[in-house]
């Protein structure tokens, strides 16, 4: 029941967002909890983003794995 | 490659595979637990395990939210149901089984049982229909909490009561560490409980109990990486705590939502299925918002239930001790269309889970 999906915002008015889930699916959810701006990507958990996903630290996972792979 | 699809890159993961049978020691077993339904599911539908060496173990421990409401509470929501309320939840909640019913048979014997998607259904729902009285199921961990926290504070309408089950997830995993059999030798933490409650509440995993412990994302790669670096830990001989998802959890996790949850709840012992009562495990809504709180509204409390059922084993299942296929019930008498135990009700039940691909 944790299950968490991103998804991009696309509209804010006060605490509720439109977000997009991708391929066309968009829904209205609570964003009290992290304040987004328009174009950020959300993690949405039970109609409220929990959390906002920052590409920066995507790619800093993705270099996480690379150093950790390479360096043993 | 887009970052999606390296995050289930199979060669990435092959390669991450072949690392983890070059560290894993030869001389004995070595068990990995993760807390969470949603790195079962992930474990399971990628076949994951198949690629580990026969030696390396990964459980399920208490991580499912719906399997281990007690049937106590199950209890109290249909007599608040069955009092006149309409009972709110999620759809998972419908089928687990009460000491005699679930909410589901409560409705199809009359009750007025409706399922939402998130809480603030229950709001809009309460507003719609002011001559009736709501009430909210709230279950969850820590990940569901904070919105059920938000809409107590906001306050809610007047017609609509919480019964407040959320369960806090760190000490499950403590009382994982007691259970003298288990023999763990590192936790996979769960991503999104920790999105929430940051990394502070794990520190006493490694400093304490000298537990490698990895917050871990859901996607596979997330899930072999945090397995990689469990052993790496284990081989340089120092536990630590690491976070392999960091392009969600942030340390000190998401304040606001600590800062809401902390105001409307109150930390309180409580009870789990097939586990039994630990301390500082739940929430309970404060002092100050007992307006809010069904149980004083429709006179409910219920002690104690009926957790288990005679032969069904998902006390065992809950903390990791035996696999569902280890259950006589599982896939024969126990199925997802007509499930005895909770395991199997809940789609993130390790029972339900391994419904989907493993035919005992």
Not at chain 2, 57 to 72: F, K, L
Not at chain 2, 135 to 155: D, H, I, K, N, W
Not at chain 2, 172 to 200: C, N, R, T, Y
């Amino acid at each position: 029941m944790c299950l968490a999906i991103p998804a991009r915002v696309t509209v804010v008015e006060g605490d509720k967002a439109k977000v997009d889930f991708g391929e066309g699916v968009l829904r209205e959810v609570n964003v009290s909890l992290v304040e987004p701006k328009v174009g950020d990507y959300v993690l949405v958990h039970a109609g409220y983003a929990i959390q906002k996903m920052d590409e920066k630290d995507a790619l800093e996972t993705l270099a996480l794995w690379d150093e950790i792979l390479t360096k043993q | 490659m887009s970052e999606k699809l390296r995050y289930r890159d199979p060669e990435l993961a092959s390669n991450i595979a072949q690392k983890i049978r070059e560290l894993t020691p030869g001389n004995r077993t070595i068990k990995f637990c993760h807390v969470c339904g949603t790195h079962e599911w992930t474990i399971t539908h990628y076949g994951l395990r198949s690629l580990l060496p026969a030696n390396l173990e990964v459980i399920a421990g208490p991580g499912c939210p719906v399997c281990i409401v007690p049937a106590a509470e199950i209890d109290e929501a249909v007599q608040v149901a069955k009092k006149g309320a309409v009972v709110t939840c999620f759809g998972d909640v419908l089928r687990v089984p009460g000491s005699q019913t679930s909410l589901l048979e409560a409705k199809a014997e009359g009750a007025d049982v409706r399922v939402v998607y998130s809480v603030t259904d229950a709001v809009e729902m309460a507003k719609a229909e002011p001559g009736k009285e709501f009430v909210f199921f709230a279950v969850g961990f820590e990940t569901t909490a904070p919105s059920s926290a938000v809409e107590v504070l906001r306050p809610p309408p007047t017609n609509l009561s919480f019964l407040v089950s959320h369960r806090l997830i760190p000490p499950a995993m403590e009382l994982l560490l007691g259970v003298g059999d288990l023999q763990i030798d590192g936790f996979i933490a769960p991503g999104h409980v920790s999105a929430i409650i940051g990394l502070k509440p794990y520190e006493l995993f490694p400093r304490v109990y000298r537990m490698p412990t990895v917050v871990a994302g859901f996607e596979p790669i997330d899930v072999l990486m945090a397995i990689y670096m469990m052993l790496k830990q284990l081989k340089i001989g120092r536990a630590i705590l690491e976070n392999e998802y960091l392009r969600v959890v942030q340390p000190q996790g998401n304040p606001k939502a600590l800062e809401v949850m902390s105001k409307a709840f109150e930390v309180k012992a409580g009870d789990w299925r097939g586990i039994g009562r630990l301390p500082d495990s739940a929430f309970a809504l404060r002092e100050e918002m007992l307006d809010f709180d069904a149980h004083q509204k429709f006179g409910v409390r219920v002690e104690q239930g009926k957790d288990i059922l005679l032969g069904c084993e998902c006390h065992l299942v809950i903390i990791g001790k035996i696999k569902p296929d280890h259950c006589p019930m599982f896939m024969k008498a126990c199925t997802p269309e007509k499930p005895v135990g909770a395991c199997m009700v809940s789609n993130e039940g390790t029972c339900r889970v391994w419904s989907k691909v493993i035919v005992s």
